[in-house]
């Protein structure tokens, strides 16, 4: 079976509302779809890489297509786990853990994203809160990095909730012209004063060595 060869087929995180873990083919279409409906208002993106300004079609196709290329890339000193927001049941976004030398540095870091008729509803903090709580009581990671662009109030909220505290800024071009991204580092004794989200972690031993973690 495919979970013996790649176990994170099985790993499973759980919230009051939430489950998050890797999608089946036709839930990998589904999130697709979210994506191609808008995650933004136009001309207004979050992200430096602007692959939600592409057509609908097209954005779809990248979300499926960088799936697919970062599973193909793994290896446990280098990964980045991509898993798919379920809530009652349909998916409403992506929220994305990624590590270098983990067992080096125990430190990761977290992106993600909402369909827009998902947004306001307190699901970006939940679906956060859950991948810290695998990086840090799961994985022992001492920090999780996180970054905003300027305007980005609805993440840089969630960070602030969650208990991140401001790293600085950085300069980007982006379109001609000068965006600021605020950096925002989180520190495993912040995160635990600052945690309220229940959150319940399934299948993960097998998915250790994978993850750069311990047995």
């Known amino acids: 079976m495919l979970i013996d060869h790649f176990p994170l087929v099985g790993l499973r995180l759980t919230t009051p509302r939430l489950e998050l873990r890797l999608p089946s083919p036709e839930e990998l279409a589904e999130l697709a779809d979210v994506a191609a409906e808008g995650i933004h208002d136009a001309g207004d993106s979050p992200f430096l890489v602007r692959w939600t ?3 609908p079609a097209e954005a779809a196709r990248s979300v499926i297509q960088r799936h697919w290329r970062l599973l193909g890339a793994w290896t446990p000193r280098d990964w980045t786990l991509n898993l798919v927001v379920f809530r009652s049941g349909t998916v409403v976004g992506l929220q994305v853990l990624a590590a270098r030398e983990l067992s080096v540095t125990r430190q990761v870091r977290t992106t993600s994203w ?12 939940e679906m956060r809160a859950a991948v810290l709580h695998l990086a840090f009581a799961g994985l022992d990671a001492e920090e999780a990095l996180s970054g905003a662009l300027a305007h980005n109030a609805a993440s840089l909220a969630v960070s602030r909730k969650l208990g991140y505290r401001h790293d600085g800024h950085q300069r980007h071009a982006l379109d001609g012209r000068l965006v600021m991204e ?8 912040d995160w635990d004063r600052h945690r ?16 750069g973690g311990q047995m």
């Open 53 to 55: 300004d592409a057509p």
């Open 114 to 125: 909402l369909g827009r008729r998902h947004q306001g509803q307190g699901i970006g903090t």
């Open 182 to 189: 605020e950096r925002l580092r989180l520190t495993r004794d």
């Open 196 to 211: 309220t989200v229940p959150v319940g972690v399934h299948g993960l031993a097998p998915c250790l060595p994978l993850l």
